[in-house]
């Protein structure tokens, strides 16, 4: 066979059985841990044997019937709609298909069945019934549908999110009388072969593995792996590999055939780790080892497979799934940290445009987290749902102290330690945020701050297509909230003039890049707030309006800032960063500035003595590498420039996002990644910046009241007309008036402090004005017409 070399194998196998199996399965779990850290994963998910019948004849199966054995030769539709309901209402993420191989080719009862129902394959059949479970439910297929042509795989493909088939062995030995599969056409080593490489050159996520103890030899395991891994090269299809040892079941030709022990077990699944190395996804499943299951993890699996709250393994109908708690418990025993995952496994979430059929990307995204694991819950940003409660758990990730106290003597973590901290589970979320409230109490004490401000969006006309904003219009955009406009000057000044005698301090404005603004626009706008409320701070401008305002105008960023300073600009919002990612931009936001511009206006923004905020806008499309390489981005800005007063996440709200609405991107962030980039913010950028903020738009007012125990001293600004994300969908409002903000903050025992856009106490008579405030008058909004209406214009000074 040309998959794999003879000469190698048995070298490996000299190689392995040279050594004691304490010292093999120790390089496994090592190198298991370099690739997945201190993460075990498992399926929660339906088993659903849509037919036991099946035209192999393998001497150890149980789970193949024949039609007098079963009530029907397939299971019915609404059969497998309620075996999927039923796993949907359990927390289910797969539903994991499981049938025999042709059974039409044997049983004239599976052909009848077929017949009747206008389909001429099992395989016509499964198509039919995933589709259902896909339209019906939540759940994402996965099928074992034994041995298929390419076209058939690719015809699932279009309804199932992986596929598998174990190969069991490339010994043709089990094929002859007497062995193990023999009278079984389908277990045909080479026939099996086939089909997974066809599964790589169709590119499916795809399961394989081995099953060991059916008369197999050491050597034939290790050529049966290497087999795989040639094909895994070729196409890297290959997502799990399964070791899978043999239990002696009654009533079949294997009754008194001798298992194989937990030794052999864990030395079988050690050689594949090191023969797969660090990446690959190896699974054994905990159910056939009984009581031993949590020995498994000292030999460097990373799965623990499909486990099920609701359906038994038809398989193995004699070994039950362990409880999840136990699982749990076993898992967190041996110093990790167990997490839900879906059918296709993260790597293939991440890459789901090319390794997943484009109708089933929607369903995918919507069900993974940052990681492309499973969401551990269903609430969204911007969304009136209930914050999800968080129960006490136990630590398992010992790498955690360690990190945590790097970062409170505030040295510089890396990306990948940073990395550590986002990809935190359970009890070590809760370590991180009591770390991270640690350091806010050094920091600020027990005061939260706020600030009394108005946003004031003078337009929503923008010529940029970022795939995430539901706030910008151009002319044909009138069904994403609201029709385009353009507030004229005389409008942008009653309302700082209203906002003022609201008892305001600042006005925060921006916009859309709008294609008739000029940097004369930007300065037009500035004087007349200032000329009509003098006392008042404009913090205003995101950085692609500073590029674009220069540009316009032909003079340097630096240039067009010190203008804007002089004619009474206080500080700028760092918006527009959404991640500092390029490869994320490129996706979001191509054709906005890079990471290196961004940070650059900034910078020159901090020079020129304009202090800025800053902020990350997460829950869409990237991953923890890219909250990392952001936090590190700023921290070492704000080493070289200290003009960064405090730093803002902003989870993503997707209910009306462009590329949410297209299918194209994750529900925001979960609440335990929301608790982590608070806290693990806090940890990086200490003792750099040292107010970290929560944003009540978003998050609500228990959202942020539970983040004030976390890392959090801030609640940021009022805000009186909150525009942008409500046009995401967010009904949080569009105003926290201050009387709401410091009761917030008085419940979570804290002591509420009204400051001023730097961090300085804001003046008592303007405290007074907003705790007395008018209600808002009716705003006047400006039809966008073509054509910026201004003012007399500042002239430049060249």
């Known amino acids: 066979m040309d998959l794999f070399c003879v000469a190698e194998s048995e070298e490996l196998l000299r190689a392995f059985e040279a050594r004691p199996l304490d010292s093999l399965a120790g390089d496994a ?26 035209r192999d004849t393998c001497a150890y199966c149980t789970f193949t019937k024949t039609p007098k054995q079963v009530r029907s030769p397939y299971l019915l539709p609404d059969d497998v709609l309620a075996i999927a309901r039923a796993g949907e209402k359990a927390g289910c993420r797969e539903a994991l298909f499981t049938l025999g191989d042709k059974p039409e080719l044997r049983y004239s009862a599976a052909r009848q069945f077929l017949d009747e129902r206008g389909f001429a394959t099992t395989v016509d059949y499964l198509e039919h019934v995933c589709a259902l479970v896909l339209r019906e439910t939540t759940l994402l297929p996965h099928v074992n549908a034994g041995v298929m042509s390419e076209s058939e795989i690719a015809r699932l493909r279009q309804v199932s999110v992986s596929q598998g088939i174990m190969l069991e062995t490339v010994s043709d030995r089990l094929c002859a009388r007497g062995g193990a599969h023999f009278g079984s056409p389908d277990k045909l080593p080479r026939v099996r072969l086939d089909m997974i490489e066809a599964a790589g050159r169709q590119r499916i996520p795809f399961t394989s593995g081995i099953l060991i103890g059916i008369g197999e030899t050491r050597l034939e395991r290790i050529q049966s792996l290497l087999a795989l891994r040639t094909l895994h090269r070729r196409y890297g299809h290959i997502q799990e590999i399964i070791v899978q040892n043999f239990r002696a079941k009654s009533d079949t030709r294997f009754a008194t055939h001798s298992e194989p022990n937990v030794d052999d077990l864990l030395w079988t699944a050690s050689v594949a780790r090191l023969i797969f190395g660090s990446e690959m996804n190896i699974q054994v499943p905990p159910n056939l080892s009984y009581d031993d299951f949590p020995r498994l993890l000292e030999a460097g699996i990373n799965d623990w497979g499909g486990v099920s709250p609701v359906t038994a393994d038809h398989v193995n109908p004699e070994a039950p799934w362990p409880d999840l708690a136990k699982l749990e418990s076993a898992t ?53 749902a209930a914050i999800p409660p968080v129960a006490p758990a136990a630590r398992s990730d010992r790498r955690v102290d360690a990190l945590l106290a790097q970062a409170m003597a505030g040295h510089r973590l890396s990306e990948s330690e940073i990395g550590i901290l986002f990809a935190a589970r359970a009890g070590d979320v809760d370590a991180i945020c009591a770390a991270a409230d640690e350091l806010r109490a050094q920091a600020s004490g027990d005061t939260v701050r706020y600030v009394v401000n108005r946003n004031i969006n003078y337009t929503n006309v923008c010529t940029y297509q970022c795939r995430f904003c539901a706030f910008s219009k151009g002319r044909t955009h009138d069904e994403l909230r609201g029709k385009p406009y353009d507030l004229s000057l005389e409008e942008v000044a009653r309302r700082a003039r209203e906002a003022w005698e609201r008892g305001a301090t600042e006005v925060c404005m921006q916009g859309g890049i709008n294609p008739y603004y000029t940097g004369q626009t930007y300065l037009d706008l500035l004087r007349a707030v200032k000329e009509e409320v003098p006392g008042i701070h404009v913090h205003a401008f995101s950085p692609l309006e500073i590029a674009q305002g220069a540009a316009t105008l032909g003079i340097s960023v630096p240039r067009f800032l010190g203008m804007l300073r002089d004619a009474g600009l206080g500080s700028l919002p760092g918006t527009a960063a959404e991640i500092l990612d390029d490869r994320v931009r490129d996706v979001i936001c191509p054709d906005k500035l890079d990471t290196a511009e961004w940070l650059a206006v900034i910078a020159a923004a901090h020079e020129a003595g304009l202090p800025t905020t800053a902020t990350i806008m997460f829950g869409h499309v990237e991953t923890p590498a890219s909250w990392a390489q952001h936090l590190l981005h700023l921290r070492d800005l704000q080493e070289r420039t200290g003009g960064f007063t405090e730093f803002v996440p902003l989870p993503f709200v997707h209910m009306e996002a462009p590329m949410s609405l297209r299918g194209q991107a994750r529900m925001g962030p979960t609440w335990r990644e929301v608790r982590l980039m608070h806290a693990v913010a806090r940890l990086v950028l200490h003792p750099l910046i040292t107010n970290i903020q929560a944003s009540w738009v978003k998050l609500g007012e228990d959202g942020v009241s539970q983040l004030l125990h976390g890392g959090v001293n801030d609640l940021g600004g009022t805000l009186m007309n909150e525009s942008i994300s409500r046009a995401a969908g967010t009904l949080h409002g569009q105003e926290l008036a201050p009387r709401q903000m410091e009761a917030i903050i008085g419940r979570a025992m804290r002591r509420p402090q009204q400051r001023t856009t730097l961090y300085r106490p804001a003046p008592a008579e303007r405290r007074t004005a907003s705790l007395n405030a008018p209600a808002l008058s009716d705003l006047v909004l400006t039809p966008f017409s073509g054509r910026r209406k201004s003012n007399d214009s500042i002239q430049l000074q060249h």
């Open 29 to 54: 779990a090592t190198l298991c841990r370099a690739g997945f850290g201190g993460g075990i994963t498992y399926s929660r998910k339906v088993f659903i044997p849509l037919t036991h019948l099946c």
């Open 332 to 384: 967190a025993a041996a110093g990790l940290a167990l997490a839900q995952r879906l059918a296709v496994y993260p790597h293939y979430v991440r890459d789901s445009s090319q390794w997943i059929d484009q109708k089933l990307v929607p369903a995918v995204l919507k069900a993974a987290d940052s990681e492309g694991l499973a969401r551990d819950d269903d609430w969204s940003p911007g969304s009136l």
